[in-house]
């Protein structure tokens, strides 16, 4: 493993372990403070994501607003959001067992996850980040193009590289490539992906091959 991959790894390693104690503090504070066991904590942040998906062109037509614009109003749904679920479902599990809470919040999840697939479908979806948030930190010419494009996560794809951190694999758009595609026809096929992550799935595949082998 070369240094380059090393430190990427390293990143997306810092990555995924902050997400993970985003959802587990958000477990157990709720757990510790309100004594209900919500397992539909995760849902929560991909109804977040799904939101903002969904609002960015309503906001953006409507308010001619961009990214903080769609983050009020997207703070103000979830705000009436919580309130709705709190009232159905939540203010009936504060006095019942540990283990009816644990059914009826997987519940939840089951029902997120079906109405998510219903309302937008399955397909790879993104939100464009703002230009004062999508500025790089500049760790050598290989590790900014790659840190910023190629991630890995290991609980998506089988932990296959993939491309900014999108259901796109590297090997899809090398597969394209190969397949005789230019780099519009495959932007045509894949319209969430733009140059700049063709050229780094390029380099990726190079950096990753570029290494001696030792002859027995």
Known sequence: MDLATFLIQCLNSVQYGLLLFLVASGLTLIFGIMGVINLAHGSFYMIGAYMAYALAPVVASTFGG????TLVVGFALSIVL???LEWAFFSFLYEREHLQ???????????FEELRSII????VHGVEAPAILAGTL?????MTLLAERITVNPDQCGGRPCVRGLRIRVTDVLDLLAAGLTTAQVIDELPDLDRED?????RFASKRIDHPIVAA
Request: glycine share 16%; charged share 10%; net charge negative.
């Open 66 to 69: 961009g990214f903080f614009a």
């Open 82 to 84: 919580g309130y709705l």
């Open 101 to 111: 809470q644990v059914l009826m919040t997987y519940g939840l999840i089951l029902v």
């Open 120 to 123: 937008v479908g399955d397909d």
């Open 138 to 142: 500049p760790l050598g010419d290989i």
């Open 198 to 202: 063709i050229a780094a799935c390029l």
